[in-house]
């Protein structure tokens, strides 16, 4: 009803609803066109895999993975009544359980110490962060030297000491936390990068307010340096996570699932019942369980994480 | 007691260029101590220094008649607010000012009742339980001053905490702080770039430049007798006329062809230097009357302030200010009267700068009269 009535007024009124149209929708062409490498790329490697893997969960296939009989949900009735998935499922919980704290308190304390400003801490930090520059699969088998039952360091220190030689990747008790302490040293590098590019953007200005305030090193760590680095932590301990539930390269190395599956990790089951055995259908189970899993953890440590982390 | 005494006191970064070089002075109990300088004069690393964190190169630093170079920040006695206020942005207001004293250890009780006497004296009651983001500049300010003054340390050190503000909120904290420092007898040592500041603050006032002492002593002292010509600039608002001249025949003789007037007793001084630079405050060259017009001078810019009107003038190749009450309807490229008289103009040594001959200390009077 307004613009008729002012019509009369202006000549040559434009229609202000029409041409916001039109430029929102020129706008929107605009952001997909610079979006459209993003889509393609995502749409080949990761949406239609996913879309195809959820399709294959429900069917039995050939050999080939082309499927064959459908079969709705008995493949994820089969895979929680077995034995196996069940073992690597609480596994990877493990490996979770001991990776995730293992390789953030380590690197931490490294980014603390590689933060204080000495002479030659460059060297250090280009140290610490090495191992981000090694493939997992060149430390896989520096680690297997280092693990070997008879000529590796490991069991010799541990003779050395007086102790009986362990079986690092032989024995079921000790397989699991060989390959953790492997990975750990492999995340060591990024996470340790990350946390030290969070410890420096912390303003030094609070640091010399505490240290007139009488405030202790300790006291400094625990009242500014963590709550200032909780958004990094944060981050570090989603990236973490997630990495460890998709651990593959060390397992295939190290120990290819052994001994007794104790180290037979999700995504190692996974490509096991899918390459080994041709059984897509419980393989692509498996993979949305595991997405499922993931998805599940990151949601609830996003809930958690909001209460506790201080964004600037 | 000299609450703060400093000793020839020098600080160079890797042996090399001194950014601060021999300082000495000191600081009595209860002062309000302005060092002001340009930026990159050095005072806030002595600022630094003095509250122990930055290392002291040479010289020697003294509290209450104690060697105190050694000793680190928190054994000082001292408190300090930044210029970006170094507030805990994860804590409430009510953690961020008890954050010393629980580093301290100090009782819970004496914690509670010391910070409900600080927030009470600060305005911060109702703004406890907020953190800093939710704060305006004007109230983050205050938990700086509480978080310093909560501590009860004798010497409170502050490292431009202005001049994040806007005028209006500057000029109120200025009689603020001034007020704060009155009332709990603190020692204060202020660091500005900004000579209002310093002039309005300051017991005494140090100026610095590229690291040395330029002068030390009241404001007013400043402002009437400046040490030298960089005090003389530095010092005052509108900045103080400056020009090179000439001596002849009881005549100064400005560049322009200006000519004043003077006294022999005034002249004899300036004989033995071989170039002479004068300068007149702003408020100095006044509206001439029939009586006592010098000059007619051309105007190149005119400034209606509502109370005072600011009118530029073109002297040679300087432009010269004058600052008169009133409005004053005058037009750029107009020639108008001025009276210059020779008492009211100082003298320095163009060649080192040093004061020769400072004006007539104005009398009260004639401060009614203007």
């Known amino acids: 009803m307004n613009e008729i009535a002012y019509q009369p007024e202006f000549q040559t009124s434009v229609n202000f609803t029409k041409e916001k149209k039109k430029q929102r929708i020129s706008n929107l062409i605009k952001g997909i066109l610079f979006l459209l490498p993003s889509i393609l790329l995502f749409g080949v490697f990761l949406f239609y895999p996913m879309g195809k893997t959820i399709y294959l969960s429900f069917f039995l296939t050939d050999n080939r993975g082309d499927p064959t009989v459908f079969v709705g949900l008995e493949n994820y009735v089969k895979i929680f009544q077995s034995s196996n998935f069940l073992q690597s499922l609480k596994s990877t919980l493990l490996f979770a359980l001991f990776t995730v704290p293992g390789t953030i308190l380590v690197s931490l304390v490294l980014a603390i110490l590689a933060n204080e400003k000495l002479r030659g801490i460059g060297v250090f930090r280009t140290i610490f962060s090495s191992t981000m520059g090694i493939s997992v699969a060149a430390a896989s088998v520096f680690w297997m030297f280092l693990f070997h039952p008879t000529i590796g360091w490991l069991n010799r220190i541990v003779e050395a000491m007086g102790f009986e030689a362990v079986g690092w990747l032989t024995d079921p008790d000790w397989a699991l936390l060989s390959v953790s302490i492997s990975t750990i040293w492999m995340n060591i590098g990024f996470t340790f990068l990350i946390l030290l590019g969070g410890l420096q953007s912390i303003d030094s200005y609070l640091y010399e307010s505490a240290d007139i305030d009488g405030a202790g090193y300790f006291y400094k760590l625990r009242r500014i340096t963590i709550p200032m680095l909780s958004p990094t932590l944060f981050f570090v301990l989603t990236v973490t996570l997630i990495n460890a539930f998709q651990t593959f390269g060390q397992v295939d190395m190290l120990t290819r699932g052994g001994p007794q599956n104790e180290t037979n990790l999700i995504v190692y089951s996974i490509y096991q019942e899918a390459f080994m055995n041709y059984q897509f259908g419980t393989a692509s189970a498996q993979a949305i369980i595991l997405f499922i899993i993931i998805l599940l953890l990151t949601l609830v440590q996003f809930k958690l994480g909001e209460r506790k982390v201080h964004y600037q | 007691m000299k609450a703060v005494e400093c000793i020839d006191i020098s600080k160079s970064y890797d042996k090399q260029k001194s950014v601060l070089d ?349």
């Open chain 2, 22 to 370: 021999q300082i000495s002075f000191s600081i009595e109990e209860g002062e309000f101590y302005v060092l002001v300088g340009p930026s990159g004069s050095g005072k806030s690393t002595l600022l630094r220094m003095i509250a122990g964190l930055e290392e002291i190169s040479s010289g020697m630093l003294r509290m209450n008649d104690k060697v105190v170079n050694h000793l680190p920040p928190k054994d000082r006695k001292l408190s300090m607010v930044f210029q970006n206020y170094a507030l805990y942005p994860h804590l409430t207001v009510e953690q961020n000012i008890l954050f010393g004293l629980r580093a301290k250890k100090v009782d819970k009780k004496e914690q509670q009742k010391r910070l409900l006497e600080t927030a009470e004296m600060m305005g911060l009651t109702d703004l406890l339980k907020r953190k800093p983001k939710h704060l305006s500049g004007g109230q983050r300010q205050r938990v700086a001053l509480a978080r310093s003054v909560v501590s009860r340390s004798p010497i409170c050190l502050m490292d431009e905490p202005l001049s994040n503000l806007d005028a209006k909120l500057r000029a109120h904290m200025r009689v603020e702080i001034r007020r704060l420092q009155r009332k709990l007898g603190l020692t204060m040592i202020y660091v500005t770039h900004d000579q209002i500041e310093a002039m309005t603050m300051g017991d005494r006032i140090m100026v610095l430049n590229d690291g040395k002492i330029q002068q030390i002593g009241e404001p007013i002292t400043l402002y009437n007798e400046p040490a030298n010509l960089f005090v003389a600039s530095f010092i005052g608002s509108p900045k103080i006329n400056l020009s090179k001249v000439n001596l002849l025949d009881q005549k100064i003789i400005l560049e322009c062809g200006l000519e004043l007037a003077l006294e022999k007793g005034d002249l004899l001084p300036l004989l033995t230097y071989k170039n002479v630079t004068m300068g007149i405050r702003a408020e100095h060259i006044l509206p001439g009357t029939h009586e006592n017009t010098t000059h007619l001078l051309e105007v190149v810019n005119v400034e209606q302030l509502g109370n005072e009107t600011l009118l530029t003038f073109e002297v040679g190749k300087e432009l010269w200010t004058a600052k008169w009450l009133g409005q004053w309807k005058v037009k750029a490229g107009e020639y108008v009267p001025v009276s210059i008289s020779t008492k009211n103009i100082s003298f320095f040594d163009t060649d080192t700068g040093v004061l020769i001959k400072p004006c007539m200390p104005t009398t009260e009077q004639e401060v009614v009269l203007i």
